[in-house]
C-alpha cells in the first residue's frame, strides 16, 4: 500500500544549526502535506500545511521564518528548522494527502534533539 | 481545538476485549468519527471510521449511538502490541486537505 516516509528518522545537532526533514509520498503523488511536532507526553500539534507549488500556511503561533517548508514536488516536502535550540528539539511528523480519498498518510516521525 | 473528549488512561488485560469510549456531542451532520492510534516513537496509524452505523475491520470494531454524541472503539482481543496512544477526531471523511486536529487521547495498557 501507499507509504509516506521520513529522513533522517533521528538527528542530533548542535544549537545554532539548521537541520532539514524531508517527508515523501512513496507511490502517490502528494498534493497537500501536513506538518506536525510533538513534545514528549503531549499530543500532536499541527504546525503548517502546504500545497505543492504554493506557500505554506502556518498555524498561529508558528513562526514561518523558523520552520522553512518547502513543497516543491508531488512526492516531497521538506521542513527545516532554521537555527535550532534545544527547545525545538521534538517528534516532527508529515501527513501527506493525495487525489484518492484513501490517499492520507502519516509519516514515521523524525525526533530532533538540539543540544 | 478538538472537538472530543476520551478518558486520559485505561487498561485493559491481555486477550481481553478493550473498549475505549469517546464523546464528540457537538458532531455535525456531514462528520464522520475517525480514530487513530499511535505507538510510542512512530507515526499515527489509521484504524477505522464510520458515521451513524457500527463498522468492524480486520482491527477494531465502532459502536456510534443513534444520537452520534458518543462512540466506542472496541479491540476484541487485545495484545500487548495494542499498548498505544488511541485518537478519537470527528472530520469530514474523503476531505483530503482538511487538518486534523488531534485530541490528548487515550494511553492504552495491555497488561500480561
Known amino acids: 500500500g501507499a507509504v509516506v516516509s521520513q529522513h533522517p528518522s533521528w538527528v542530533i545537532c548542535k544549537s545554532g544549526t539548521s537541520v532539514k526533514i524531508e517527508c515523501r509520498s512513496l507511490?502517490?503523488?502528494?498534493?497537500?502535506m501536513f506538518w506536525y511536532r510533538q513534545f514528549p507526553k503531549q499530543s500532536l500539534m499541527l504546525m503548517a500545511t502546504s500545497n505543492e507549488g504554493s506557500k505554506a500556511t502556518y498555524e498561529q503561533g508558528v513562526e514561518k521564518d523558523k520552520f522553512l517548508i518547502n513543497h516543491a514536488s508531488l512526492t516531497l516536502s521538506t521542513l527545516t528548522v532554521t537555527s535550532a535550540h534545544p527547545e525545538d528539539s521534538s517528534f516532527y511528523i508529515c501527513r501527506a494527502t493525495g487525489q484518492g480519498a484513501n490517499e492520507q498518510f502519516f509519516g514515521p516521525g523524525t525526533r530532533l534533539t538540539v543540544l | 481545538d478538538a472537538k472530543t473528549t476520551q478518558p486520559p488512561s485505561m487498561d485493559c488485560a491481555e486477550g481481553r476485549a478493550a473498549n475505549l469510549p469517546c464523546n464528540h456531542s457537538?458532531?455535525?451532520?456531514?462528520?464522520?468519527v475517525y480514530w487513530y492510534r499511535q505507538i510510542h516513537s512512530q507515526g499515527p496509524q489509521y484504524i477505522i471510521h464510520g458515521l451513524k452505523n457500527n463498522e468492524t475491520n480486520e482491527m477494531a470494531s465502532l459502536i456510534i449511538t443513534e444520537d452520534r454524541k458518543s462512540s466506542t472503539l472496541i479491540l476484541p482481543h487485545a495484545t500487548l502490541r495494542d499498548t498505544a496512544v488511541y485518537y478519537c477526531i470527528v472530520r469530514v471523511a474523503g476531505f483530503r486537505d482538511d487538518k486534523i486536529i488531534f485530541g490528548k487521547g487515550t494511553r492504552l495498557h495491555i497488561l500480561p
Open positions: 457537538t458532531i455535525s451532520g456531514n462528520e464522520y
Open positions: 507511490d502517490f503523488q502528494a498534493t497537500t
